[in-house]
């Protein structure tokens, strides 16, 4: 390997580095002019050797043209919608109807975003696809990889050859101020919220505008393809930690529960603490955390037997009007 490419190496890693620092554990370890020097020389490198440029380089975020539209793609997996529990009774009736004792539950914080589908293959990003109805989505591939907390590469020595990971993209709330602000200023209409506000920067055509919006991600399922791989997982919350493992943000607010009661008090906890959150959350996703016992409850026509959305009440939303009683 020629001098060039050993520097170009260096300066991918240095910078992977440092987007990993800032964008996945907040902690920055690079001032901000020192990154951009460093990504301008690797800019300059890849324009004198083109032939060394790799999908993963993190020059290749803010990729390619205007879409002219998005291509329709059906998921190997569908990406299941959740049963809903508004209150205690509803999910000890969910609970009850598979021994709610004797299970290990993992729960997670319920992000107010739009599901994502990522596939790799051999490590590399490959394909970025919307939710959409559940069966099929919308290819955004070049708008996903504009997400800086979305891996292009698996951090893995030996990646499985193929990996799906499913996930929330979300835009925290001073983002989202932010955004809005910017389109009051031009006069644009403003979103309601930051779910709309993810919703319409994912279906973005121009990668660029995307890439501008600083959209964050929170992965939350792991599905390694090939049976045998070392990687394959057998519970929820192994998941969780191969996924950070494999380079993404996973919610750190999550816990792996004995019982029911365990479960209620997560419930309470964050039901009292999400508004210290900087992204909005609209409950607690609790899933069944044995794999083998996932399978065996299986699905019913739209949901997951193993998991429930225990639903925040919904807040007095501000723009509602009191209802004036006239007396
Ligand atoms: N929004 C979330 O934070 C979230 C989560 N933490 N975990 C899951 O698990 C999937 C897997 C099985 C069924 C749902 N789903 C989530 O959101 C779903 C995606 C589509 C509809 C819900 O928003």
Not at 200 to 218: H, I, M, N, S, Y
């Amino acid at each position: 390997m020629n001098q060039e490419e050993s520097r170009i190496k260096q300066l991918r890693q240095q910078l992977q580095a440092a987007n990993e620092a800032y964008y996945l554990h907040d902690n920055p370890i690079m001032e901000d002019e020192v990154y951009d020097r460093l990504y301008r020389e690797l800019q300059g490198l890849e324009e004198k050797y083109p032939e060394l440029i790799t999908p993963d380089s993190p020059t290749q975020r803010i990729g390619g043209e205007v879409a002219e539209g998005f291509a329709s793609v059906k998921h190997q997996i569908p990406l299941y919608s959740l049963e809903n529990a508004f209150n205690e009774e509803e999910f000890r009736q969910w609970a009850a109807r598979h021994q709610g004792e004797a299970v290990e539950y993992v729960c997670e914080l319920k992000i107010d975003g739009n599901a994502l589908a990522l596939t790799y293959e051999d490590g590399v990003l490959v394909r970025g696809v919307t939710r959409g109805d559940g069966e099929t989505g919308e290819e955004i591939t070049n708008n996903v990889r504009t997400i800086p907390s979305i891996p292009l590469r698996l951090k893995l020595n030996n990646p499985p050859a193929r990996v799906e990971v499913r996930g929330e993209a979300f835009l925290p709330r001073q983002t989202f101020e932010k955004i809005n602000q910017t389109r009051q200023a031009n006069g644009e209409s403003v979103f309601a919220n930051p779910r709309n506000a993810t919703s319409g920067t994912l279906r973005q055509f121009d990668p660029k505008v995307v890439a501008e919006r600083k959209l964050d991600f929170f992965a939350y399922t792991l599905y390694v393809v090939e049976e045998n791989s070392p990687w394959q997982p057998e519970t929820q919350d192994y998941s969780l930690q191969v996924l950070e493992e494999m380079g993404f943000k996973v919610n750190p607010h999550r816990k792996v529960c004995q019982s029911l009661e365990e479960v209620e008090e997560f419930f309470r906890e964050w039901e009292e603490k999400r508004n210290t959150l900087a992204y909005e959350t609209d409950g607690v996703v609790v899933k069944i955390n044995s794999y083998a016992l996932q399978k065996r409850l299986g699905f019913t026509q739209k949901f997951p037997r193993w998991a429930i959305a225990l639903k925040f009440p919904a807040e007095e939303a501000p723009s509602q009007i009191k209802a004036i009683t006239v007396n």
